[in-house]
């Protein structure tokens, strides 16, 4: 009774969300935005994060596992491309992160010949690089195919201390002690392909023309029309940026003043540049999509090779110059070498802008999952919850703060590792 109670709320959710997405029709090419956004960053500052880990090195003959929650402080070296335009979108960045770590957990070293069960406390440098792409290639306003690729490797130089109890084969405990200096390499490959329905447009360039001239014409009431003439114009000032050369704030704004001023008739307004460098927010979008093919991953440890497919629905809303609402729901099947499993998200969030300067973000995703040993044989559902809160700011026009905060509320299994994730990221941003 109870799975059969699980299994109709994870089955109402999805025709829910799946049916909000054919109901609403398709955002194509004209809500809220034009369809073009194009802009490339380089950051560069310090990311502290604390996050929980699992390390799994399984065979026929032994067991090796490492549960643990590690701290780390890392100078952050990140380049990234938004390229959003009504034929394709595309994203591509690489990321850089070298700095100390130190920890605490437990081991569990298991063979024929004895069980290790220890507390471990690692401490010493590591190194993460990452490279990934993403492309959305439209065949018209509604179809498009999907390719993504994303490659990452963690390199631990740390020692780690550990105590705790060995049993031996003949189930004699003795006492544990094992401080060693080790080195640690961990690598993954991901790719998907897949077909998608529907359209999301960035609404950045929509959300500062409705806050400008909100701003500096108050009491007059423009038209959805005229707020989409001036995001237009503010994409073609701002796609014309050289990242290596930098940007005039005083240019580009008498260049918007100009534009104002000869196509709506509008006295040209003073002052703009402080508003004006503060409206790099991160992106917004609005519209919804159905996504769906096949995957592969690898990773250097377990589960190391995973193939399968894919169902991803999202759905986002600009609700007002201060909100944006989020929804997304999804179903993977993975295939693996032992037994297959299924995993479901389901999201629901929010935005909160109260000011250009500032961004707010709440919500909770929901991440069942079971494990399939057959069609006939299905395990017992798993269920996590994980609410999430973000916050970003600009404290000027180049330098950010990004925070991050989420707590999976789970059991022990394998498919979320319980317990709180935070991130914290000062950086300076050149664009």
């Not at 700095?99 to 069980?115: Q, R, S, V």
């Amino acid at each position: 009774m109870y799975y059969s109670f699980s299994y109709r709320i994870i089955i109402f959710t999805f025709v829910f969300l799946f049916a909000a997405f054919f109901s609403s029709g398709q955002t194509a090419f004209g809500e809220p935005e034009a369809t073009t956004y194009i802009k490339r960053e380089f950051n560069a500052g310090l990311k502290f994060k604390v996050t929980p880990e699992r390390d799994l090195i399984k065979t026929d003959e032994s067991l090796f596992s490492v549960e643990q929650t590690i701290g780390t402080a890392a100078i952050e070296l990140v380049s990234k491309n938004l390229i959003y335009l009504p034929a394709r979108q595309e994203q591509w960045s690489y990321r850089f992160e070298l700095g100390p770590f130190m920890g605490n957990g437990n081991l569990a070293d298991i063979t024929a010949k004895e069980y290790i069960d220890a507390e471990l406390s690692p401490s010493g440098i590591r190194g993460n690089l990452q490279g990934s792409y993403f492309s959305r290639f439209y065949w018209d306003s509604k179809n498009y195919t999907i390719v993504s690729v994303n490659a990452w490797g963690l390199y631990d130089i740390y020692r780690r201390n550990a105590e705790g109890t060995v049993i031996d084969s003949n189930n004699v405990s003795h006492p544990y002690e094992d401080d060693s200096n080790l080195r640690k390499l961990r690598y993954g490959f991901q790719a998907k392909a897949g077909w998608g329905i529907g359209r999301m447009n960035p609404v950045n360039h929509f959300a500062t023309a409705q806050y400008m001239l909100e701003k500096y014409y108050p009491g007059r009431n423009f038209s959805e029309e005229e707020i989409r003439t001036v995001a237009r114009e503010i994409g073609h000032i701002k796609h014309q940026r050289n990242m290596r050369t930098g940007h005039s704030a005083e240019n580009e704004t008498k260049q918007l003043a100009a534009f104002l001023n000869s196509k709506l008739f509008l006295e040209s307004p003073a002052g703009m540049e402080s508003d004006w460098e503060l409206t790099e927010f991160r992106p917004r979008f609005q519209g919804s999509r159905l996504e769906f093919g096949p995957f592969f991953n690898y990773y250097s440890r377990e589960p190391d090779m995973v193939y399968g497919g894919y169902i991803r629905y999202e759905n986002q809303k600009y609700c007002s110059l201060k909100l944006n609402r989020i929804l997304s729901a999804g179903m993977n099947y993975n295939g693996y070498k032992k037994d297959d499993w299924v995993t479901f998200e389901a999201t629901a969030g929010w935005n909160w802008y109260p000011s250009m300067k500032h961004e707010i973000g709440f919500g909770v995703r929901y991440l069942p999952g079971m494990v399939v040993k057959s069609l006939d044989d299905l395990q017992p559902l798993r269920h996590a919850v994980i609410p999430y809160l973000e916050y970003f700011t600009q404290l000027n026009s180049r330098y950010r703060i990004e925070t991050a905060f989420a707590y999976r509320i789970a059991n022990e299994d394998e498919f979320v590792m319980p317990g709180p994730e935070l991130s914290v990221s000062i950086y300076r941003s050149s664009y």
